[in-house]
């Protein structure tokens, strides 16, 4: 018992990213209440430009890349059972105009409808106490 209780710090540092970056925001969790998954509609907020330079052993942008674009968001309407699942894509990766796919049908989209509209939580009509159910997914 020399030493006893120390300070410590808990973190991850990476070596490298990959070029594209998929982040999946886990949006499903077990509830041992109801001994199942559970699909989880908390808002997460997240930003169009993503910079990782201080998860980096190295922050050189000529070995990896550290700054992220946001190009696509995944949406997933439902619970754990079911559900639909749509995607927004923006093929310029430069604020330009952002596509919406959903089944067999493509269309202009927003940036607020692919991005803000996607953050989940609870809905903006304030008559309504629900949280929604259409959230990402996946970036």
């Avoid at 990766?93 to 269309?107: E, I, R």
Wanted: glycine fraction near 8%.
């Amino acid at each position: 018992d020399k030493f006893g209780m120390q300070d410590a710090k808990k973190g991850v540092i990476f070596c490298s990213l990959p070029p594209v970056l998929h982040l999946q925001l886990m949006r499903f969790q077990y509830d041992p209440a109801a001994d199942s998954n559970v699909k989880v509609n908390d808002r997460y907020e997240f930003p169009e430009k993503l910079s990782l330079e201080k998860y980096l052993k190295n922050a050189d942008p000529e070995e990896s890349p550290a700054r992220f674009t946001l190009h696509g968001v995944l949406v997933h309407s439902g619970d754990n059972n079911g559900g639909h699942y749509v995607a927004f894509i923006n093929p310029k990766c430069s604020g330009g105009q952002w596509l919406k796919f959903d089944d067999d049908v493509v269309s202009l989209c927003s940036r607020q409808e692919a991005i803000e509209e996607t953050f989940g939580g609870p809905d903006d009509d304030d008559r309504i106490t629900a949280r929604s159910c259409t959230n990402a997914y996946m970036l």
